[in-house]
């Protein structure tokens, strides 16, 4: 059955990503590539949520795209934010690079490390552009990491006075993504 409210959110949410992935491309691309994957796998949301009976392929890979989001769309954004908070290439480099790694063995790792893993690379992530962004008062880098802890508070099961958390969850993190566009010095709303 389609779950249109859904559909709905997860619109919103590649817009909003595609707008900031167009509006930073080369400023920093770390944070356009970031926004990309969450775009893409919104977009995928968009199509499995407005479908009676997705098949098991386009339900598949919206949950890699999404997981990929986490896994290198969070560390790529924290490293824009890095890059424009002026911390040294050594530590960018290092959030652009070690999610790769980490996908690349990921296959080889016990069930234990790829959970703890995932979740370590997410929050090391949102946790380091709050701290960057409060050490050079970087106002909407701060915003920008709240609302993305917020997001995951709320999470993706269940329902909050009858609204899905899933979209509570969409409409905070394309928050999150105007505020992170905002930290950069760009608006996405002009």
């Known amino acids: 059955m389609a779950q249109l409210s859904t559909a709905i959110s997860d619109l919103l949410l590649a817009a909003v990503s595609y707008v900031v992935a167009f509006k930073t491309k080369g400023h920093p691309y770390q944070s356009c590539y970031g926004a990309v994957i969450i775009a893409i796998a919104a977009s995928l949301g968009v199509c499995r949520f407005s479908l009676n009976n997705p098949n098991r392929d386009l339900i598949d890979a919206h949950k890699l795209l999404s997981w990929l989001g986490s896994v290198i769309g969070m560390p790529f954004l924290a490293a824009g934010i890095l890059r424009i908070n002026g911390y040294n290439k050594e530590l960018v480099l290092a959030f652009s690079i070690c999610p790769v790694v980490f996908l690349f063995f990921y296959k080889m790792l016990p069930k234990d490390v790829k959970a ?19 050490i050079t008062k970087n106002n909407f880098g701060i915003f920008s990491a709240i609302v993305i802890i917020l997001a995951s ?19 905070l993190l394309a928050a999150a993504l105007v505020f992170h566009a905002q930290a950069l010095g760009i ?3 002009k």
């Not at 703890?116 to 409060?134: D, E």
């Not at 508070?153 to 409409?171: C, K, M, Q, T």
């Open 187 to 189: 608006s996405i709303i």
């Open 153 to 171: 508070i709320v999470g993706a099961e269940g329902s909050i006075y009858g609204i899905p958390r899933v979209d509570l969850f969409h409409y």
């Open 116 to 134: 703890y893993g995932n979740l370590l690379i997410a929050v090391i992530s949102v946790f380091s552009i709050l701290i960057s962004s409060m």
